[in-house]
């Protein structure tokens, strides 16, 4: 019998858990590694957006994928690492990782968390938990946040864990390892609204993007004014905020954004009958096998509004007045909301270029990873939104398809 195979799957998102998994079903070890403290990514911070009925949004995947990964024995986890260089040995790879500090021990942490409850600095961002209740720690703490030494305290949450598995003094560490194969899931940024400057975003309290009205519907349930509190009646929401946008020279469509700003605004509406959502946008995609069905339902639900807003501008209790072209009126309307929703498109991320060299891998014009063919990097996959736009049911099939690539050049496959 040959030795087992070994891969390191970078990014522990949709596509990367899934690559993992693929791989140890069929025996192959897996050491999955993520810059952040949870695994999930982006997706495992979405929203379910069922209604009286399943509206398709493929969340709940991410939920199964996260159980699976978790339990399965082949594959060894690693947060708060990135992959820091690679050199080719004999058709392998050695890899050196950096791990952060991680300042709470998951083979001692039983996630109860007293250490949340006693820390001072919640509020800045001290201690936080992962979006999953599948996150094991459940908790990360950050010290540079800590309010105890400053206030010349000890530290609480290291005293108050009962099972000693925090340690505020930990270091971290470099690895250096042998691998058959790597691949490269490493996900996608969301567009920064700060870059457009006609948005003004930090000026308004009721402006979010669409990422954080995710975030606040998983984690309480509903939505409330940031501002001061009540539920937004007027809710806006714009499409297409970084993409399709020539001045940034993002000539793309993220494809995503037009299925989840609908999905949320049928979920806010259904939840809150008198809740009044209005769409913005360019033009709608396409998404899902019932579209025109799920296109009929919104249009009785919510105002389609095929205008971009030129402008916003502050108006009285909190509002935003945000003003466009109406296309049948042929004017300039200004309409006030309580909220205003920005639908973020999905941006490459940063360091592509840097990975990109080390693993002899090409980008597009956007700074997206160019699907390899089988002979441009031997033993190098790449998968998910790494290489461009797509969605969760999209991004499970296609990093499906790279850990075959994978299984064939490990000769596994069966």
């Not at 080390?358 to 997206?368: P, Q, R, S, V």
Request: hydrophobic share 35%; with cysteine; aromatic share 6%.
């Amino acid at each position: 019998m040959g030795k087992t195979k070994k891969v390191l799957v970078v990014g522990g998102g949709i596509a990367g858990m899934t690559t993992a998994w693929e791989l140890s079903k069929l025996k192959v070890d897996v050491l999955l590694i993520d810059q952040g403290p949870f695994l999930g990514g982006h997706a495992a911070q979405l929203a379910c957006k069922a209604t009286d009925r399943c509206l398709k949004c493929n969340n709940c995947l991410v939920e199964q994928r996260l159980r699976e990964v978790s339990r399965a024995p082949g594959i060894d986890l690693s947060l708060q690492t990135r992959l820091s260089s690679v050199a080719r040995q004999h058709g392998r790879f050695q890899v050196t990782l950096h791990q952060a500090p991680r300042y709470i021990d998951p083979d001692q942490c039983t996630n109860c968390g007293i250490c949340y409850e006693k820390c001072l600095g919640v509020a800045e961002g001290a201690i936080r938990h992962g979006p999953s209740s599948q996150n094991h720690p459940f908790y990360v703490i950050h010290p540079e946040q800590c309010l105890c030494d400053s206030l010349d305290q000890a530290r609480r949450c290291q005293g108050a864990c009962p099972e000693g598995a925090i340690d505020l003094d930990r270091q971290g560490a470099e690895l250096t390892l042998g691998v058959d194969g790597i691949v490269l899931a490493t996900g996608y940024v969301p567009f920064d609204p700060r870059e457009k400057a006609h948005l003004n975003f930090d000026a308004y309290p009721n402006m979010i993007t669409a990422l954080e009205l995710e975030r606040r519907l998983r984690e309480q349930g509903g939505v409330l004014r940031p501002a001061d509190g009540p539920p937004p009646q007027d809710i806006a929401f714009v499409q297409c905020v970084g993409s399709r946008d020539l001045s940034l020279k993002h000539n793309f469509c993220s494809r995503v954004c037009c299925g989840y700003a609908l999905r949320l605004g049928l979920k806010l509406s259904h939840a809150r009958p008198e809740t009044r959502v209005a769409v913005f946008y360019m033009d709608l995609q396409n998404f899902g096998k019932d579209f025109e069905r799920f296109r009929r339902e919104v249009n009785g639900r919510i105002r389609l509004i095929r205008s971009m807003p030129g402008d916003y501008f502050p108006a009285s209790q909190d509002q935003i007045a945000v003003r466009y072209f109406d296309l049948e009126q042929r004017t300039v309307i200004s309409e006030n909301f309580d909220l205003v929703v920005l639908s973020v498109g999905i941006m490459p991320r940063p360091e592509n270029q840097a990975l990109g060299q080390m693993l002899g891998l090409k980008l597009n014009e956007h700074g997206f990873y160019v699907p390899e063919e089988e002979d441009d990097s031997p033993g190098v996959v790449v998968a998910g939104t790494a290489t461009g736009p797509m969605d969760i049911a999209e991004s499970i099939t296609q990093a499906a398809q790279a850990a075959a690539r994978m299984a064939r050049h490990l000769g596994v496959w069966p």
